[in-house]
């Protein structure tokens, strides 16, 4: 039998409150080129240590710039 390696697809996703445009946090391409998950801060926040239900209430990314309307925006808060 043939084995395979399982490959971990990651997305967190957020719509623009001023254009509708789904926006990856971890892609720079929907950040206007910016590099929001610095020093993982996207993901720390998003996978914790600890209890994922109080510590989402908590996840914030602030001066998200949107790639189509280069509106900015603030995150707060995550559901999965
Ligand atoms: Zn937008």
Redesign the pocket.
Known sequence: MKTARARLGIEVLVD??????L?NLLDEKDTNGVNVNEDGLVMKQACPNGNWFELHEKFKVKNVT??????Q?DVKGIDW
């Open positions: 623009c409150p001023n254009c509708d445009y926006i949107c790639s189509r309307c280069k509106k925006l």
